[in-house]
């Protein structure tokens, strides 16, 4: 590359202040995900902990110098603020040092700089320092730029073990609205080469095509992520589109982001999207990725709107209460993983234990299978345990009382009324 101009002489504390402003109302991959598992991606500005074991990697930018104006961007052409275009050393210097200090893996982002193919070729040079010039082994995340060139993705992809491109929008018009520089086709085409190079360079069907490092193509695959309430869409309309998404391209996780616009404007009044929305998402999620349920399911045209008070899978079966109780004996394993509180782990017990023996109440204690919510919607071995709740009005507030009570800080209980509580996800929704 030539002509490079790098400005600014900042400290590394320094830049990544600048960074974590950036970061602010950058599409982030930085909430805890509904399983638990980080999937990669912490923000540099993000208060969760992670787990010691879990896989993190805060955002490192590029650039914050943009030249596009989406308007629900920090780093828009037309905000006024300090600019920085960091050179590809200077990121990978500073990857390597929060790397190493935190335990954590790499996410290297970027706004568009001059364009999307001159600012693609910055992170592959970022990628080059840190595989070739730190020797780093560990779990690298890049940015793909909207409609760039598929050459500058096979290179990048290469030494990335994920990548991804983010949709942002459930409608197209939406872009005309916040962000007219970007398009659907210069988004879903490179999602597009990505699946169909992942397709080819794939070490299970015996091609073997690699990097000189010794790589296959981003091993993790490929992710996005949307904006929730942008544009006054349901989640019914969300869920159906991540559906097709993991469907059509294959994605690892589609991710959410409460849409929160970063000034005020008569366009953004009463937009502000309430964090429980991108919690319950992310639930609804997992219920379409892990436990097979469709959004059809989750989200009917009767309900295209999560509930604030209940869990999805709750939500489900409260909508389908003539299918339950459930005989944990006899039930199949996709009715058992439909069952509030039971998870496909505990699930799988069940389906193992009974070969043996017949499953009680008191043998789910046992196997430590949760009953907070399942034990209204079973019956073990014919007997009913729910203090005869199912079907009553009042089940679904004792379901939310049993959530509430995993909710702590007098913080968090002034936020009841705003409906703004961000809600813990149990994995056993």
């Known amino acids: 590359m030539t002509n490079l101009i790098f400005r600014q002489n900042l400290s590394i504390q320094e830049t990544i202040a600048q960074m974590q402003e950036s970061a602010a109302f950058d599409i982030g991959e930085g909430d805890r995900m509904a399983n638990g598992d980080y999937a990669g991606v912490i923000p540099l500005i993000s208060n969760i902990k992670a787990k010691a074991a879990a896989p993190t990697a805060p955002k490192v930018f590029v650039s914050n110098d943009c030249v596009f104006n989406c308007e629900y961007c920090n780093c828009r052409i037309s905000q006024d603020k300090s600019r920085y275009t960091n050179s590809p050393k200077a990121v990978a210097d500073?990857?390597?040092k929060m790397a190493k200090e935190d335990n954590c893996g790499v996410?290297?982002?970027s706004a568009i700089y001059r364009n999307a193919d001159y600012t693609e070729e910055l992170i592959l040079e970022t990628l080059k320092e840190i595989r070739?010039?730190?020797?780093y082994k560990g779990y690298v995340h890049a940015k793909i730029m909207p409609g760039v060139d598929p050459l500058l993705i096979r290179q990048v992809g290469f030494l990335a073990d994920r990548v991804s491109v983010n949709i942002e929008f459930t409608h197209s018009d939406a872009y005309k609205i916040?962000?007219?520089q970007k398009n659907k086709n210069n988004i879903l085409s490179p999602m597009a080469y990505?699946?169909?190079l992942h397709k080819e360079i794939n070490p299970k069907r015996g091609l073997k095509e690699r990097s000189e490092l010794g790589r296959t193509f981003a091993p993790a695959g490929q992710t996005t992520q949307m904006m929730v309430g942008a544009m006054n869409e349901t989640d019914r309309t969300i869920a159906v589109l991540a559906e097709s998404l993991y469907k059509k391209y294959e994605m690892k996780r589609v991710y959410y982001s409460p849409f929160g616009p970063p000034?005020?404007?008569e366009k953004f009044s009463n937009k502000k999207t309430p964090q429980w929305r991108g919690r319950r998402l992310y639930q609804a999620d997992r219920l379409m990725a892990i436990y097979g349920m469709t959004a059809e399911e989750i989200l009917p045209e009767s309900a295209p709107?999560?509930?604030f008070d209940v869990d999805p899978k709750?939500?489900?079966?409260?909508?389908?209460?003539?299918?339950?109780?459930v005989e944990v004996n006899t039930a199949d394993y996709e009715m058992l993983i439909r069952v509030p509180g039971i998870g496909t782990t505990s699930a799988q017990k069940i389906v193992v234990a009974r070969k043996h023996t017949k499953i009680t109440h008191d043998l789910l204690k046992k196997m430590r299978v949760s009953l907070k919510k399942s034990i209204y919607f079973i019956t073990c071995n014919g007997k009913y345990y729910g203090g005869g709740l199912l079907g009553k009005d009042h089940l679904r507030n004792r379901l939310w009382a049993d959530e509430f009570v995993h909710m702590q800080g007098m913080e968090q209980m002034s936020m009841l009324n705003t409906h703004l509580l961000p809600i813990d996800y149990d994995v056993s929704v």
Do not use: C, Q, W
């Open 178 to 180: 916040l962000a007219k």
């Open 194 to 196: 990505v699946r169909n």
């Open 132 to 135: 070739y010039g730190h020797g």
């Open 305 to 307: 709107f999560l509930d």
């Open 107 to 109: 996410f290297i982002t």
């Open 263 to 265: 000034y005020e404007s």
């Open 314 to 325: 709750a939500s489900y079966a409260l909508r389908n209460i003539g299918m339950f109780p």
């Open 94 to 96: 500073i990857s390597m």
